[in-house]
């Protein structure tokens, strides 16, 4: 993929099909599309840094409560703190790969670096 404005029409898709591939499959979540988020309540993050030909950080925030639904799914039972930031940490690895691989798939070089 030659340009930067070509690639960047196909990060939203990339991102967004990465995210509802792993929340489903690993976590068994159905998810729902919202145009806008009102943060209120406690969240958790996870990051993996991209290097190559595009360099940044990719972040999975979602709620302590769809992360501990996640934990749960993954470990099949209620997780603690620790738990629950591993696990977060674990799905951004996860989609991090399915993007990265997507994007080699568009011939953009980018690796996780954690």
């Given at each position: 993929?030659?340009?930067?404005?070509?690639?960047?029409?196909?990060?939203?898709?990339?991102?967004?099909?990465a995210?509802?591939?792993?929340?489903?499959?690993?976590?068994?979540?159905q998810?729902?599309?919202?145009?806008?988020?009102?943060?209120?309540?406690?969240?958790?993050?996870?990051?993996?840094?991209?290097?190559?030909?595009?360099?940044?950080?990719?972040?999975?925030?979602?709620?302590?409560?769809?992360g501990?639904?996640?934990?749960?799914?993954?470990?099949?039972?209620?997780?603690?703190?620790?738990?629950?930031?591993?696990?977060?940490?674990?799905?951004?690895?996860?989609?991090?790969?399915?993007?990265?691989?997507r994007?080699?798939?568009?011939?953009?070089?980018?690796?996780?670096?954690?």
């Amino acid at each position: 993929m030659g340009s930067l404005s070509a690639l960047t029409d196909h990060l939203h898709a990339i991102l967004e099909a990465a995210v509802v591939k792993s929340l489903q499959s690993l976590c068994d979540l159905q998810l729902v599309r919202v145009r806008t988020v009102t943060i209120a309540e406690p969240m958790v993050t996870g990051m993996v840094c991209l290097t190559g030909d595009l360099k940044g950080v990719f972040m999975l925030t979602c709620s302590e409560a769809t992360g501990e639904a996640c934990a749960n799914a993954m470990l099949g039972q209620p997780p603690n703190p620790a738990e629950l930031r591993d696990v977060v940490g674990e799905l951004a690895n996860v989609v991090g790969g399915i993007i990265v691989t997507r994007l080699h798939a568009l011939g953009t070089r980018v690796d996780i670096s954690l």
